[in-house]
């Protein structure tokens, strides 16, 4: 049976059908194999022997190796998805499994592995990172293999004993959709030796049998030891062969260990795996047939390395070879396979006496970079020369240590059929709608279909571009369309941030998704799109899709509005045909959400065409707009030379010079990001505001910003600025201005939600107040502009101890691309707010690191005077001990600068060393001072010539105080970094943790974490989480020395505030576990802060603080929050991961919401009674902030 | 004792005694702990087109939020065989509801939409209900649409899923109506077999600390018994229907009043919520006490006898508190 499915469903389609034991975690890109085998067990999929996998989440990818290696000791049939750093963390069990002799199967979703950057992409970094543990390594190169090899890898793995990973690349292959031949039950059955599941049932741990594994050896046998498993190695080609054999037999589809294709006679020959050999074949095949002698080897398997017969594969004829490895060793002789491949030549011109060709390495695609017919050809053009360069890089410009390849890109060589770009924003249904047409053609018709989708960084107004091929033959074409013969924009506000038509074939089609009519639409294009359109003889049609979409209800959902107008275009289907397969694809895909939906959408689907209008084009280009450049000028150098080349789409073509060589980037510059994607902005309205900054705070974007100013600053202000007397009697006679920087607005709505002052005439009307964005944007811009040069608070002004002084403060975390609403963000921005000029952040790998670091810009800020937050990420796993790492080297820095200062108080004067030394910096003011006086122990410093000066003056900057506070996820802090973060927590140092607790794995797209509630639906708990969520807090508390808090800005901003300040203040370890809506809970974000509220209206999430303190009769835990006035219930019926299983299964959510509301009676109950408690700390000079040197040296 | 038997929608019951739509009624084991008290027959809670359309969209609107925006979160929730956002586990009680009782099961509906109100009317005699109640009420709150076009529009409805199903249909009515007792009569003309009086709604409260509206459903109690009564008492013998009453009915008293005014079934669901299913017991007992210490031979004897046509003053239905007044001040008129 032909279907379209992407990689990752085809590897885990067979994967899970052949075991017993599926342990797995979240990483991308291989989560969706996880996520597959979930859903299937928890709807009850049987495997291939009728009983149902076990499929379950471990802490991190190293439990989950251990967990497989128990498993399979016990004799389970066992496996996982993983990839990138979490095949690392397997590594270690990786050895030991292999050393055992232990059959299970690892599909790799392979993945670039985190070095100056992380990078979600594919290439092998992380597959060659485990090419010494032992197991064999069978790499597939398209969807069809990824299914076919992972059957051949649970077969061959029983057979052999050998553990398998079985890997595909990244995105390329597990992300594409392509048309793939499924392997029958009959098929799985015919290929797996039940002699060899019963071998591995007998081999198992049983105290029936008794028999002890793990033994430690001496240098007397270890090496013997580790010798006597090679024959088992030796015999897996054999066994990979003959299952190929057997394969083809069954399902026609040929592999061997080593597949060559080309000339017979070839000169030229290129060696690679994965999924280059695609475009690598597309261009060998169209050079030997315009007459060229070249070749290309693909090698299937990598371990045990086939050395005879990728010789034997590579003709004798074969002058110059290139091998391509799609990762970069430094320091290596050459690359991998590069490597691998060398040797086998050489061993095989030892053998049989074959000429040996002249080798070159060359490095390939690292993170999905394209890799094309036109590169590969500029590979055989090299190897065409003389003497070809031995190491060279092939699809960047490298100008620094010049290894890259030049290339045509006019060389193309794909196969005949239709290539369509489709471009979407935001959730507006662009994606789903290819997919489901690439599933039509491929399914539906005898064509071959292939979609690729390209996704933003950002997670908030996100652009997305499907990429679509179809035709008669097989499409091998593994890189992005270059010239698209239809071009379909879903949102017409694109036109004016990318350039659209910039692949659009001459004569191509292009689709608009237009508010203007087929007469009107051509006057509204920007002038460099009217001139694509005229210059290339495009067609253009238009369809207002959006009304359509309104009209039947769908809301901002165009897909099935512009889908059937796809057909209309392709031609690739009857018209009554396209649309009856349509039907039948929203039937499909939409049963299960109920007849409403797919009512809808097929009402979309009939009014579609009637809207479609072709347009008549005028003779000239006339448009007055244009495409604004996407930095503003005057942005600084490095945003106008590399930032603004990424956001115009033009990254690939930096060279290597343009980008730093150790990953360190500037920060502040998503502002200069103008995306302006808000249909809705905030207006402010000063006669109803009552000053609170609570719209300030809860703004997930920086977006609404406050400023608190004397009036004469305000002179030269634009006639629309709008200001109020701002009520204080701290600071009287100054104005207040809440404004909004309308480019930067996700018009989420959250502002005007947690705003409490209504009018009192018309209670709908607030304070703020949403307004079409296009009728204010032009103006509010204005006032920003103004806004932003008004006066920032001097130091210590306004004591930040009360929600509307702290919103005064400039945020250090603006405009940051998380989800319209997004939960995490503003406790971020208070950050900034509160410690921003003094602060070191080590961020946990997750939402917040994307928002945070992903390129092309940064949110974290510097202000005017070029201080703020210092921000770098690590890993995921590592975060608490990074930041730690990052608090040791502060103090020991500050220490040593007392050391020396103490040292040369005679050369600075004893009066201002003394101040320094002596300065205890707790407020703004103090700060202020101390830096002052640290600047002119610097001045004081230059002039002295003695060394210890220099050194000093190195480091001076940490004589004044600097906080350290360590940020991430609840995946982190609960699960992979949980035993680290014990251990900081444990240190007794001065660290503050900030945990973002979404309660569940947002970045990777919602999996189940231990902060996941009891009863909520997630990834990884479809069925509804069985356990309750794990008490960090109240762990962490058991330290007695720990400040704990729980927050919730929505429900209480005041004490979210003060506990952010009684963190930072404790001298010891920090804990603020801070509830953070997420759109993975199936909220309106717009009501984000209004859900928090009743988080902890109903118990579910209490707010308190442990405070620890000498004082023996304190009561250090406070409760915060009221008692539950809200049964969880109702809290929980307005969220869409509880309310689904309500629906769905409702006797299992009534079982597990009324232990949710037991969950948090018994809380109560429990933190009551822990309030009443008195505690102190016994030893307080733990938390002391430099013990050592300075108390001794004193 | 007396033959507590009644007709109701073409149905024989047991007594008069029904449960009404509550939430009750939407749960096996207290469906059957009601047939256990017994309980004539059961109206099932209502299927609500619109919380259905709502439910669908919900689910889809929060499948497809961040979906296929962001590359390593193509989606944020785990795909499910079924979200029953659909009618399908409406239709599942059903038919479980039949499966495990032998008193009559009466399904509930409200419709949005002219053709949903149709579908699912033939989906629900699909899965087997013994007759079908249709949940009218509509705010009609747009000015523009006079009452005589909502009238149309509900009579045109009721004779759609008329000719639409074979089942007995009922149709619950509000109080609301200018003519009542004439749309009554066109109801019955249309195809209805029966009306219940009467619905009670959510109606919209204040919060006073947030100032928004904030909609509850209140409980109700014997005093709101009245105003079925008086319907009841007009309607009876006038309209070829069944009549029921619901609202108010709380105590054996109640049931008897509404029996004599002539009502076919007295519907309970506050008073059960209160009280639980053993109430029904109580009922029944004093019912048939009742009857018993008066020579009552049958419940059906005793249905009407007071209604506006038997009573001994048939205009103290229309104005009751007025008559009541004049007469508490007046000498009694010789007749």
């Known amino acids: 049976m032909r279907t379209c499915i992407d990689g990752n469903e085809a590897a885990a389609r067979v994967a899970h059908r052949l075991s017993e034991v599926v342990a797995i975690y979240p990483i991308t890109p291989a989560s969706p194999m996880g996520e597959h085998a979930d859903a299937w067990s928890s709807e009850g999929r049987a495997n291939l022997w009728g009983t149902v996998p076990e499929v379950i989440a471990l802490q991190s990818e190293a439990g989950a190796a251990a967990a497989l290696h128990g498993a399979a000791q016990c004799g389970a049939l066992a496996t996982s998805f993983t990839a990138s750093q979490g095949l690392l963390l397997m590594l270690p069990n990786m050895f030991k499994i292999a050393g055992e002799l232990t059959p299970l199967v690892l599909h790799v979703a392979a993945r670039a592995i985190a070095t100056h950057a992380l990078s979600i992409f594919g290439d092998h970094s992380d597959v060659m990172a485990a090419r010494t543990t032992g197991f064999a390594m069978l790499c597939a190169s398209s969807v069809q293999e990824a299914h076919d090899f992972a059957l051949v890898a649970h077969a061959a793995t029983l057979r052999s004993r050998i553990p398998f990973l079985h890997f595909f690349d990244g995105f390329r292959t597990s992300h594409e959709i392509a048309c793939v031949d499924l392997l029958e039950d009959a098929d799985l059955a015919a290929l797996v030796d039940e002699d060899a599941i019963r071998a591995h049932r007998a081999r198992r741990l049983t105290p029936d049998a008794p028999t002890l594994r793990g033994t430690a050896q001496n240098p007397d046998v270890f090496f013997q030891a580790r010798e006597a498993c090679q024959p088992y190695h030796d015999a897996v080609p054999g066994i990979v062969e003959d299952l190929f054999a057997r394969l083809a037999a069954r399902c026609g589809r040929r592999y061997g260990l080593v597949d060559y294709v080309g000339a017979p006679d070839a000169e030229r020959v290129i060696v690679l795996m994965g999924s280059g050999a695609g475009a690598a074949e597309e261009a060998a095949l169209k050079l030997v047939a315009e007459g060229e002698r070249v070749g290309l080897v693909k090698l299937r398997l990598f371990r045990p390395f086939p050395g005879a017969a990728l010789a034997a594969a590579i003709p004798a004829s074969a002058r110059a070879v290139a091998v391509l490895d799609r990762t970069k060793e430094p320091g290596a002789a050459g690359e991998p396979l590069y490597e691998e491949t060398v040797a086998a030549l050489y061993e095989a011109q030892l053998a049989g006496g074959r000429p040996l060709p002249r080798v070159s390495g060359g490095r390939y695609g690292l993170a999905s970079k394209e890799f094309t017919p036109a590169m590969v050809k500029g590979v055989f053009d090299e190897l065409a020369r003389e003497a070809p360069r031995r190491r060279f890089s092939v699809g960047i410009v490298d100008d620094v240590s010049h290894t890259s390849l030049p290339w045509d890109p006019g060389f193309q060589a794909e196969a005949p059929g239709v290539c369509a770009l489709f471009f979407g924003l935001g959730s507006d249904g662009t994606v789903g709608a290819a997919k489901s047409t690439v599933q039509i053609i491929g399914e539906e018709t005898p064509l071959h279909a292939q979609g690729y989708f390209v996704y933003d960084s950002k997670k908030s107004g996100a652009i997305t571009v499907s990429h679509v091929r179809f035709g008669p033959a097989p499409i091998r074409s593994s890189y992005q369309i270059a010239e698209a013969d239809i071009v379909a924009c879903h949102r017409f506000a694109l036109l004016e941030r990318i350039d659209v038509l910039e692949r659009a074939a001459p004569g191509a089609r292009f689709l608009l998704n237009s508010p203007w009519p087929a007469s009107e639409v051509f006057d509204h294009l920007p002038r460099e799109v009217q001139e694509q359109v005229l210059d290339k003889r495009l067609e253009l049609f238009v369809v207002d899709a959006d009304r359509v979409a309104r009209e039947v209800g769908m809301g901002g959902r165009i897909n099935t509005v512009m889908q059937p107008c796809f057909f209309a275009l392709a031609g690739v289907l009857p018209a009554e045909q396209a649309l009856a397969a349509i039907r039948a694809s929203i039937e499909k895909a939409y049963a299960k959400r109920g007849p409403a939906v797919v009512k809808r959408n097929l009402a979309a689907v009939d009014r579609s065409l009637e809207a479609l209008e072709a347009v008549k084009l005028p003779a000239r280009a006339t448009s007055e707009l244009r495409r604004p450049p996407p930095v503003p000028p005057g942005a600084p150098d490095f945003v106008t030379r590399v930032t603004a080349q990424i956001l115009a789409g033009r990254g690939d073509r930096l060279p290597v010079s343009a980008l730093p060589a150790d990953g360190v980037f500037p920060t502040g510059t998503a502002r200069y990001e103008k995306r302006a994607i808000a249909h809705e902005i905030p207006l402010w309205d000063p006669a109803l505001c009552i000053d609170c900054g609570k719209c300030a705070m809860a703004c997930p974007h920086a977006a609404i910003r406050m400023k608190v100013y004397p009036p004469a600053a305000a002179e030269a202000a634009p006639e629309d600025f709008l200001s109020k007397p701002f009520r204080s009697r701290d600071l009287p006679d100054h104005l207040l201005t809440i404004q909004v920087a309308p480019d930067d607005c996700t018009g989420c709505g959250v502002c005007v939600d947690v705003c409490p002052a209504r009018s009192k005439e018309e209670a709908k009307r607030k304070a703020l107040n949403m307004a079409p964005a296009v009728d204010h944007r032009e103006r509010e811009r204005g006032c920003f502009d103004f806004f932003l040069g008004l006066p920032e608070l001097e130091p210590g002004q306004l004591d930040p101890s009360q929600v509307k002084y702290a919103q005064a403060r400039e945020p250090l975390f603006e405009f940051s691309g998380a989800c319209a609403g997004c939960g995490e963000t503003p406790y971020l921005k208070l950050l900034s707010q509160l410690f921003g000029d003094r602060l070191l952040v080590a961020n946990a790998t997750g939402c917040s690191s994307i928002y945070g670091g992903n390129l092309p810009t940064t949110p974290w800020a510097a202000n005017a005077a070029g201080r703020g937050p210092a921000w770098a990420n690590s890993l995921f796993e590592d975060n608490a001990e990074f930041g730690f790492g990052m608090r040791l080297a502060l103090e020991r820095q500050t220490a040593e600068a007392r050391r020396l200062l103490a040292e040369l108080t005679p050369e600075v004067g004893e009066p201002l060393a003394r101040a320094i030394l002596e300065d205890t910096a707790s407020d703004d003011a103090a700060l202020a001072t101390q830096r002052e006086r640290v600047a002119e122990l610097a001045r004081q410093l230059g002039t002295l010539g003695d060394p210890r000066a220099r050194r000093l003056l190195g480091i001076a900057g940490d004589l004044v105080r600097k906080t350290v506070w360590i940020v991430g996820g609840d995946g982190w802090a609960y699960d992979i970094g949980s035993a680290g973060l014990d251990h900081v927590l444990a240190s007794g140092r001065n660290v503050n943790v900030l945990v973002l607790d979404t309660q569940v794995y947002s970045n990777t797209g919602g999996q189940a974490s231990k902060a996941t509630p009891r009863g909520a639906v997630a990834k990884f708990a479809a069925g509804g989480k069985s356990t309750p969520r794990k008490d960090i807090g109240l762990i962490a508390s058991a330290y007695g020395n720990v400040y704990v808090a729980q927050v919730a800005l929505g429900a209480n901003d005041a004490q979210t505030l003060k506990a952010f300040l009684e963190a930072d203040a404790w001298p010891g370890p920090s804990l603020v576990i801070a509830y953070s809506t997420c759109i993975a809970h199936g909220i309106d974000m717009a009501r984000s802060m209004s859900h928090q509220r009743d988080a902890v209206r109903s118990g579910f999430w209490p707010l308190w603080r442990y405070h620890p303190a000498a004082d023996p009769h304190q009561h250090p835990f406070q409760l915060d929050s009221r008692a539950p006035s809200l049964p969880v219930r109702e809290f929980a019926a307005l969220e869409a991961r509880f309310a689904m299983l309500m629906r769905s299964e409702p006797e299992a959510a009534e079982r597990l919401l009324a232990l949710a509301q037991a969950d948090a009676d018994e809380r109560w109950r429990y933190y009551s009674q822990l309030a009443g408690l008195e505690r102190s700390v016994t030893d307080l000079r733990a938390a002391e902030p430099l013990p050592g040197p300075t108390a001794r040296e004193e | 004792m007396p033959d507590l038997r009644s007709r109701y929608l073409g149905l024989s019951l047991r007594t008069p005694l029904v449960a009404s739509s509550s939430p009750l009624t939407g749960d096996l084991d207290s469906l059957r702990r009601l047939e256990d008290a017994g309980i004539a027959a059961v109206v099932l809670p209502s299927l609500f087109e619109e919380e259905i359309t709502h439910a669908s969209l919900a689910v889809h609107g929060a499948l497809e939020a961040g979906a296929g925006t962001f590359a390593e ?204 299913p053993g109430l029904i017991i109580e009922l029944e007992a004093a019912l048939a006490r009742w009857l018993e210490a008066r020579e009552y031979e049958s419940v059906e004897q005793l249905k009407g006898s007071v209604s506006q046509r038997s009573a001994e003053d048939p205009e103290a239905f229309e104005r009751a508190n007025y008559r009541k007044t004049l007469r508490s001040w007046s000498s009694p008129t010789p007749r």
Do not use: C
């Not at chain 2, 109100?117 to 709150?141: C, F, M, P, S």
């Not at chain 2, 747009?142 to 899923?161: G, I, K, N, T, W």
């Not at chain 2, 459903?217 to 619901?246: D, N, Y």
């Open chain 2, 73 to 276: 979160a193509l989606d944020y929730h785990p795909e499910r065989a079924d979200y029953a956002a659909g009618p399908d586990r409406y239709l599942e009680l059903v038919a479980a509801a039949k499966r495990a009782l032998g008193v009559p099961v009466i399904a509930s509906l409200n419709g949005d939409t002219p053709g949903g109100w149709l579908d699912h009317a033939r989906w629900i005699e699909e899965a087997g209900a013994d007759a079908l109640e249709l949940n009218l009420y509509q705010v009609a709150a747009d000015p523009a649409h006079p009452s005589a076009l909502l009238e149309a529009r509900d009579l045109e409805l009721v004779a759609a899923v008329r000719a639409g199903i074979r089942i007995p249909l009922a149709v619950k009515l509000s109080p609301y109506f200018t003519g009542l007792a004439h749309f009554a009569l066109r109801l019955t003309e249309a195809g209805a077999d029966g009306l219940v009086l009467f619905n009670r709604f959510y109606q919209p409260d204040l919060d006073l600390e947030t100032l928004e509206v904030a909609p509850h459903l209140v409980l109700s109690s014997s005093e709101e018994l009245r105003l079925p009564l008086r319907w009841i008492g007009i309607l009876r013998g006038r309209v070829k229907a069944s009549l029921a009453a619901t609202s108010g009915v709380h105590s054996a008293e109640d049931v008897l009043k509404v029996l004599l005014a002539g009502a076919d079934a007295a519907m309970q669901a506050s008073a059960l919520l209160q009280r639980g």
